[in-house]
């Protein structure tokens, strides 16, 4: 019983560890000296409308606007890390950017702050 808490005890530091580990590493790699050099070590990618990343060193986060089509404006940790208004102006420079048959910029912005809200909504459980 005893060995059990210990081992137990060990993997929850290591966990802690990791998850400290992985933060630093989010926050490192989003400091404007390293996007930028990570921006000019592979051109040709799209990048995080603000952090910067380039699209193969972070994960996106994609906003549906109907059944089969979605844009990202943001990686998955800028998505969790900005305001609804923030998130709104990034998808809004997307959408002047390029063109969209499928939807207009009313219902993109409306998708935006369904998906927005949901995230509230889960970081509450
Ligand atoms: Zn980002």
């Keep these: ?4 808490n210990i081992e137990r005890k060990y993997y929850s530091v290591r966990y ?4 400290k580990q992985e933060k630093f590493m989010d ?3 989003r400091t404007k000296f390293v996007s930028g050099l990570l921006r000019f070590m ?3 990618y799209g990048t995080c409308k603000k952090c910067g990343l380039p699209w193969n060193q972070c994960k996106e986060k994609t906003v549906h606007y109907d059944e089969y089509n979605g844009i990202f404006a ?3 940790y800028c998505w969790y890390h900005s305001t609804l208004d923030e ?6 420079s997307i959408y002047i950017r390029q063109t969209f ?9 409306e998708c935006v702050e369904k998906e927005y ?9």
């Design 16 to 19: 802690d560890i990791l998850c």
């Design 101 to 109: 048959k499928n939807t207009t910029l009313k219902n993109l912005l």
């Design 42 to 44: 592979n051109p040709g």
């Design 87 to 92: 998130l709104k102006e990034y998808y809004t």
């Design 117 to 125: 809200n949901e995230k509230k909504m889960n970081s509450y459980e």
């Design 27 to 29: 926050n490192f790699k």
């Design 74 to 76: 943001t990686c998955d």
């Design 1 to 4: 019983m005893k060995n059990r």
